[in-house]
């Protein structure tokens, strides 16, 4: 479904991407991890239209959508939420989560309704008529997603949503993500919570100084010498053998 | 309960003029017709975030459009009136494609459009066709066909005519999506993009309608005091008085401008009375302008989102 190939993005002398490429395939969760500073959000703000890559290609369903801007790769039926979140602060959950349901309708009430079904589908049902500036960390977080889902795409990429969650946030949030992908979006996640991770996606890039250095299941990323070097320095993998 | 009040305030409004002497009548006009302007800077100013300081640019092109046509080259004003307002959308079009097309947000939005009302005000003063600093007079001839009133009350229904459709609009945008898609991008454009929005025309577009509705307020301007000049039509005072009725009165709100303009018409009515009841002000004058600087900071320190909050009281927090 997604394609990305070699895709390279460098701010003055950083390479922060560099010739990364990653599959993604309809029905699929897929997990991008990698240390801090690995290129992680660059690469997702690249593929969502942030960033215009400085090479490389990035196919959505066998269209070329290198370099279009977001609301043209939000038409083809991608959508991005944030690390830091941004919520629309002065106006209410329900308000919030229209503006995402209008790109599909130009509707009010069918705008109002479908961004109640979305805001039931991840547990705001009962903050609706909150502002978006009263919400906590999780609240926020379940916001950015319940937005992105009412633009009903059919491919999500999600940046760090556990971030900052207690676990139990995160286990509400992980059944959410089960349920959104039930519901035949595709999902790929950056992720910092190792165990979401290992419980949600089938499969997992790593990402390290821009470059993908492995992908597999998570349990083979976990024994992989590379992955683990890239995360606790050179030479831990031999340490960790022994 | 509301409607209720609305109606009774749309009643009060349509029989004033045959109740008050004509001095009032056209305080009233005042009222309506700054808050019409106001509504025009709010609908990009407050909706959608995008803060003008040169909101005389739309004004003066407006008023000078309408003048041409009608002193120069001999149109009726009324159909004028039209191409002015089209004038003013496609100003509007042209600085939002300019600044958004170059990135410009926020204060540096602020400072361009100010560069532009300047920019447009110089120009006026030195080409021909709008005959300089001169100003264009034009000739009295006081028919309504000619969209010149014997009376304050043709004016006063009229400039209540364009605020209730200013109200209209700002209504709509309430109940939109276009309106929904400005509130996400002042609110913030990287989420707006996000979210599928194309920030860029959304912009364009709001300051097209933003630049006709102001010009349209220009045209009357111009047929009701029947002489502009370049610093009236494109002055800082006039970007002013429409950014300021609407921070008074509540930006992004419907009634913001409205209430903004009633507040700040009335200072300005009683502080010019006031000279002639307290001789020692004599010499403080303009005095509403004190008043005025004095209310902003406290709207600013206290009030942040104007009196429309008192009225009605917002979500946030």
Redesign the interface.
């Known amino acids: 479904m997604l394609e990305v190939r070699d895709l390279s993005k460098a701010f003055g002398g950083l390479k922060a991407v560099d010739h990364a490429s990653l599959d993604v395939r309809a029905g699929e969760i897929v997990g991008l991890i990698g240390p801090n500073g690995a290129g992680k959000t660059t690469l997702f703000a690249a593929i969502?239209g942030?960033h215009k890559p400085d090479a490389g290609r990035i196919t959505l369903d066998g269209h070329d959508i290198t370099g279009r801007?977001?609301?043209r790769i939000?038409?083809a039926g991608m959508?991005?939420?944030?690390q830091i979140t941004?919520?629309?602060?002065?106006?209410?959950v329900r308000?919030n989560i229209?503006?995402?349901a209008?790109?599909r309708t130009?509707d009010?009430h069918e705008?109002a309704n479908l961004a109640e079904a979305v805001a039931t589908q991840v547990g705001m049902g009962n903050q609706l008529?909150?502002?978006?500036?009263?919400l906590t960390v999780a609240g926020r977080k379940r916001l950015e997603l319940a937005?992105?889902l009412?633009?009903r795409p059919a491919l999500l990429l999600l940046d760090e949503v556990m971030a900052g969650l207690n676990p139990t946030e995160i286990s509400e949030i992980v059944e959410v993500i089960r349920e959104v992908r039930k519901a035949g979006v595709t999902i790929l996640l950056i992720e910092h919570v190792m165990q979401a991770v290992t419980s949600l996606a089938e499969r997992v890039y790593v990402l390290n100084q821009g470059r993908m250095i492995a992908e597999g299941t998570p349990a083979a990323i976990a024994e992989d010498p590379q992955v683990i070097e890239a995360y606790l320095g050179h030479g831990a993998a031999k340490v960790m053998r022994a | 309960m509301r409607n209720l009040a609305l109606a009774a305030a749309l009643l009060a409004a349509l029989i004033y003029p045959l109740l008050v002497p004509n001095y009032l009548i056209t305080v009233g006009m005042l009222m309506f017709f700054t808050a019409f302007l106001g509504q025009s800077w709010n609908v990009a100013g407050g909706f959608a975030g995008q803060t003008s300081f040169g909101h005389a640019v739309f004004f003066g092109v407006g008023a000078y459009t309408s003048t041409i046509l009608h002193v120069s080259h001999g149109w009726n004003p009324w159909l004028a009136w039209p191409v002015a307002t089209a004038m003013g959308g496609l100003v509007g079009a042209g600085i939002a494609f300019l600044s958004f097309r170059a990135g410009l947000r926020g204060s540096y939005f602020a400072l361009i459009t100010l560069a532009f009302a300047e920019v447009f005000r110089i120009v006026a003063n030195s080409a021909t066709f709008t005959r300089g600093g001169l100003g264009m007079l034009i000739k009295a001839d006081s028919r309504l066909e000619n969209f010149q009133f014997t009376t304050p009350i043709a004016p006063y229904y009229l400039a209540l005519a364009l605020c209730l459709v200013s109200l209209g609009i700002a209504w709509r945008l309430t109940r939109g999506r276009f309106g929904a898609r400005l509130v996400a991008i002042r609110e913030n454009e990287d989420a707006a993009r996000a979210l599928g929005i194309d920030v860029f025309a959304e912009k364009v577009k709001v300051l097209t309608l933003s630049g006709a509705m102001c010009a349209a307020g220009g045209t009357f301007y111009a047929q009701k005091y029947l002489y502009i000049d370049p610093s009236i039509a494109f002055g800082i005072d006039k970007s002013v008085e429409m950014l300021l009725v609407t921070m008074v009165g509540g930006a992004g709100t419907i009634f913001g401008p409205l209430i903004g303009s009633i507040v700040l018409t009335a200072i300005n009515e009683l502080t010019r009375n006031a000279a002639s009841v307290f001789p020692a002000l004599k010499n403080v004058q303009p005095l509403s302008l004190i008043v005025y600087g004095a209310m902003l900071i406290l709207i600013v320190a206290r009030l942040p989102d104007g009196f429309a909050s008192l009225l009605w009281r917002r979500r946030h927090a």
């Open positions: 969502a942030f801007p977001p609301h939000c038409a959508v991005r939420t944030f941004q919520p629309f602060a002065r106006i209410s308000e229209m503006v995402g209008y790109f130009a009010r705008a008529d909150r502002p978006g500036s009263d937005r992105a009412a633009t």
